[in-house]
């Protein structure tokens, strides 16, 4: 095989595996790390309403935070269907309100401007409860419709597992985008590596000779 051929062969198999990489990698760790629904309720409102389709980052358990929205699943609940809402106590946090008045954490009122009609209280009962260890206190922002951790309390006050927590929405498509641009640059190495191929396969043809008829036979002078 001539030079040319064989550079062409290394081109072929080092920009096939580079493409292969970047195309793959980054689709498995999107179908690992990230997840997607449909709001379909308006609990979460006016943050999410009916037909947002949200983007979620997978987190673990002790990466949950106050304030976090987080997309979750208690098999109990909700016929063990997932559900979007916010996380107000964490474990060893006592969350306590009274009807019409806003809601206290560890004896300090929290300020809470994402509730709907700046209604923190809703229609529920008061509660004052104090959240275990590995668990959450939910509520949603749409008080007056959302029915969360105030609805059960007899269960653990109304807490839910921290390991419930399937995911977090992404703040913007920073990751997801990412993520695809880095899957588009597979797509032209690919393509360089198949036009690599063919033009080394062609390489390794032998050349095709011409057999010129005799100018004996054919009464050329």
Excluded: C
């Excluded at 550079?7 to 997607?36: C, D, K, Q």
């Excluded at 006050?157 to 641009?181: F, H, I, Y």
């Amino acid at each position: 095989m001539s030079t040319t051929g064989r550079g062409l062969r290394r081109t072929a198999w080092a920009s096939g595996v580079i493409g292969a990489l970047l195309l793959a990698g980054p689709v498995a760790l999107f179908t690992t790390g990230y997840t997607s629904a449909e709001v379909s309720g308006s609990s979460m409102e006016p943050t999410y309403s009916i037909g947002d389709r949200i983007v979620f980052e997978r987190i673990d358990a002790d990466e949950v935070r106050r304030g976090d929205v987080v997309l979750y699943r208690v098999p109990e609940r909700y016929e063990g269907l997932a559900t979007l809402g916010r996380v107000i106590g964490v474990g060893g946090d006592r969350v306590a309100q009274q009807p019409g008045d806003a809601v206290t954490l560890n004896g300090t009122t929290l300020p809470e401007p994402y509730v709907k009609d700046g209604d923190p209280s809703g229609m529920a009962p008061g509660y004052d409860v104090e959240v275990p260890e590995g668990r959450l206190f939910v509520l949603g922002d749409f008080r007056a419709d959302a029915r969360d951790s105030r609805y059960f309390l007899d269960d653990r006050s109304g807490t839910v597992p921290s390991t419930s927590v399937v995911g977090r929405p992404l703040d913007g498509s920073g990751g997801p985008l990412g993520l695809g641009l880095t899957a588009l640059l597979g797509l032209p190495l690919l393509a360089t590596a198949l036009a690599s191929g063919i033009a080394a396969r062609e390489k390794r043809r032998p050349p095709v000779r011409m057999m010129l008829p005799d100018s004996r036979h054919t009464g050329v002078g």
